[in-house]
């Protein structure tokens, strides 16, 4: 099973709104509507964000936000603060009863 | 409050074997699919294995087929991994966590919303 796609890095100045992508197939993203997503700050053990394509945990702010196309789930975030730099990686269930992680995507605050 | 705590973490040879516990604490563990994940230094996440709340269901990665084996005790609220044939790309630090859960609704998915701090593997001669 490949990581899934997600683009290295991502910047944007405080306030503004950035999202990223994260790019499966038909036999995970596409397949099941069970896409997640994880903060990271160095060091640190990973934390939900989003679970089932859009849907936030107690506590986790609703400047995240998550959505799926076809194949290809997206996170935004908006109101960009300093505390949201930090790697974010997508996950999916697949067909194989297993879970596959994205690459991940390191968002620098400016 | 809910806690996951790793060990048996260390230093092995290649080739070596290494068996790595979680600590649960705080929910009821007899009722939860268990997870690990591992992550190289200075890479990305990696799903390991995942076995079922009874543990009659268990599923691997295809890099570690053969070579891992999960298990748990439910008694004793204890998660296990035990490693062998242990290679130099298995450095990792090595998480345990909990399947997904929404208090709210009582759903369970497939997710993982409470994790351990993660326990270092390091495979090298």
């Known amino acids: 099973q490949s990581a899934l796609t997600q683009p290295a890095s991502v910047s944007g100045s405080p306030g503004q709104s950035i999202s990223i992508s994260c790019s499966g197939t038909s036999s995970d993203i596409g397949d099941y509507n069970y896409v997640s997503w994880y903060q990271q700050h160095p060091g640190k053990a990973p934390k939900l964000m989003i679970y089932?394509?859009?849907n936030r945990p107690s506590g986790v702010s609703n400047r995240f936000s998550g959505s799926k196309s076809a194949n290809t789930a997206s996170l935004t975030i908006s109101g960009l603060q300093a505390e949201d730099e930090a790697d974010y990686y997508c996950s999916s269930y697949t067909s194989s009863f297993t879970f596959v992680f994205g690459t991940g995507t390191k968002v620098t605050v400016l | 409050e809910v806690q996951l705590v790793e060990s048996g973490g260390g230093l092995v040879k290649p080739g070596g074997s290494l068996r790595l516990s979680c600590a649960a604490s705080?929910?009821?563990?007899?009722?939860?699919?268990m997870n690990w994940v591992r992550q190289a230094p200075g890479k990305g996440l990696e799903w390991v294995s995942s076995i079922s709340s009874s543990g009659s269901d268990i599923y691997y990665a295809d890099s570690m087929k053969g070579r891992f084996t999960i298990s748990r005790d439910n008694a004793k609220n204890s998660l296990c991994l035990q490693m062998n044939s242990l290679r130099v790309e298995d450095t990792a630090v090595y998480y345990c966590?909990?399947?997904?859960?929404?208090?709210?609704?009582?759903?369970?998915?497939?997710?993982?919303?409470?994790w351990g701090q993660g326990t270092l593997v390091t495979v090298s001669s």
């Open positions: 705080g929910f009821t563990f007899s009722t939860f699919i």
């Open positions: 089932d394509v859009s």
């Open positions: 966590a909990r399947e997904g859960y929404d208090s709210l609704t009582g759903y369970y998915g497939p997710f993982f919303d409470y």
